[in-house]
């Protein structure tokens, strides 16, 4: 029986697979609350996770069918970790086989995907469980520690003590939650940038649908799903087959945070809403590679759009994170629009609201042109219309590099209608006449 709310503290190992059994079932309209972990450093130094990340187990959303979409309301993020740490990677080769995040081995004793303990604090602190020899495969280039204010409004980053103090009680600082198995990343103690300010806007790197053939989390994307083609590994995939089967959950994009709108494809029956890789904050392209990553209590309202048949996620930002060109025409704008119409003979003014397509690729030109081939698919427009439109109407702004963005225009409302997508749109910016 379908419950009205749904409480997950249970994570993968790595890997969205829709043969695995989901939480749930959650009824359509219904809430899920998730307890999440930190997603990239802890889990990219947990040789037993194989995805890169520990994202929750997936929720059935209940009447979700393949070819429908579920719309996940992103009621709250609340951060619960009180220090985090993070910073630009780099690898250990010795310690994997062709893939870091899905393939980690053991150097001395061969063992794939090792379990592991910590011993001491600092880069050499994760071991072996059989043998005890070093076995992260990644290390920093740059990297810090940083702690937030009790509100979770601001972070500073900490020095060389201070960072080692806090790698004393690593697991608790982070408030990783119990079910989960990451080694903490705040036990490396990074200390390279010392004083820093920045401010807390929470996100989430990952918020998504259950892919149709089991892959790792952090793959489920264009430009990180194509380390699966032709891989080693149990999880290898060719081109099309990750295009057909991927669903991009794993976005890293800073506008996916509360109050947003993310409508997510559905390719196995009941969805599979999962959640994880929490962020304290963001700029567009996560440069660095990584972020803050934290533990957050996640709520999200789920709602099923039948008959959508979406390829991709299609983002509904709170309206201030819309591009200028891209925010809703005015009361007084559409006033001087009609003046300027009745001067020259324009008869009719097309109405238009906001819309948001991501799109993924092995590169961002790879991904722009996702995103414009999913506008135009699902609208029923050309690509070289949705082009102009972005560019008169909107904007292309970087998710993550190296290939994922989002696609933001002012949409005609006729295209939004026919496609069954204006109703929600309407609702969320108010866009009432």
């Known amino acids: 029986m379908a419950k009205q709310t749904v409480f997950v503290n249970q994570f993968t190992d790595g890997i969205l697979d829709p043969n695995?059994?989901?939480?749930?079932?959650?009824?359509?309209?219904?809430?899920?609350?998730?307890?999440?972990?930190?997603?990239?450093?802890?889990?990219?130094?947990?040789?037993?996770?194989?995805?890169?990340?520990?994202?929750?187990?997936?929720?059935?959303?209940?009447g979700a069918e393949v070819g429908?979409?579920?719309?996940?309301?992103?009621?709250?993020?609340?951060?619960?970790?009180?220090?985090?740490?993070?910073?630009?990677?780099?690898?250990?080769?010795?310690?994997?086989?062709?893939?870091?995040?899905?393939?980690?081995?053991?150097?001395?004793?061969?063992?794939?995907?090792?379990?592991?303990?910590?011993?001491?604090?600092?880069?050499?602190?994760?071991?072996?469980?059989?043998?005890?020899?070093?076995?992260?495969?990644?290390?920093?280039?740059?990297g810090y520690t940083m702690v937030f204010d009790d509100k979770k409004e601001v972070g500073i980053t900490l020095n060389k003590e201070a960072a080692y103090a806090a790698a004393k009680n690593a697991r608790e600082n982070m408030c990783i939650p119990d079910n989960s198995i990451q080694n903490p990343i705040v036990n490396f103690a990074p200390h390279d940038i010392v004083g820093n300010i920045s401010r807390l806007r929470p996100f989430l790197g990952q918020l998504g649908t259950t892919p149709s053939v089991a892959m790792p989390d952090s793959h489920n994307a264009g430009d990180f799903g194509s380390f699966l083609i032709g891989a080693s590994h149990d999880y290898a995939l060719t081109e099309e087959e990750l295009k057909k089967h991927k669903t991009d959950g794993h976005m890293d994009i800073s506008r996916v945070r509360e109050g947003a709108i993310l409508i997510a494809p559905v390719k196995v029956k009941g969805g599979g809403v999962y959640v994880g890789d929490a962020h304290a904050m963001q700029g567009d392209g996560e440069i660095a590679g990584h972020t803050a990553d934290i533990a957050a209590i996640v709520t999200l309202r789920v709602k099923v759009l039948k008959n959508l048949n979406i390829d991709g996620p299609i983002l509904l930002p709170v309206e201030e994170d819309l591009p200028y060109l891209a925010k809703p025409i005015t009361e007084k704008e559409y006033k001087i629009a009609k003046e300027l119409a009745k001067k020259w003979g324009v008869k009719e003014l097309e109405r238009s609201a906001p819309i948001s397509f991501v799109g993924t690729g092995v590169n961002l030109n790879e991904a722009i042109d996702n995103g414009l081939q999913r506008a135009a698919d699902v609208l029923g427009l050309t690509v070289p219309e949705v082009m102009n439109r972005a560019t008169i109407n909107g904007s292309i702004e970087i998710g993550r590099a190296p290939g994922t963005v989002t696609v933001t225009f002012l949409a005609p409302v006729s295209a939004l209608e026919k496609a069954g997508l204006y109703d929600i749109i309407e609702e969320h910016y108010k866009l009432y006449d």
């Not at 429908?68 to 609340?78: F, L, R, V």
């Not at 910590?118 to 059989?130: K, M, N, P, T």
């Open 20 to 62: 695995r059994q989901m939480l749930g079932p959650v009824k359509d309209g219904g809430i899920i609350v998730a307890n999440t972990a930190p997603g990239c450093w802890g889990p990219m130094i947990t040789p037993e996770l194989k995805g890169g990340h520990e994202v929750t187990v997936p929720v059935y959303v209940e």
């Open 68 to 142: 429908d979409a579920i719309a996940i309301y992103i009621e709250s993020i609340k951060p619960t970790s009180l220090v985090v740490a993070s910073g630009n990677d780099m690898t250990i080769v010795k310690n994997y086989n062709g893939d870091p995040f899905v393939d980690a081995k053991c150097p001395n004793c061969g063992t794939i995907n090792p379990v592991t303990k910590l011993e001491g604090i600092g880069y050499e602190s994760v071991r072996c469980a059989d043998c005890n020899e070093d076995i992260s495969p990644f290390k920093f280039t740059n």
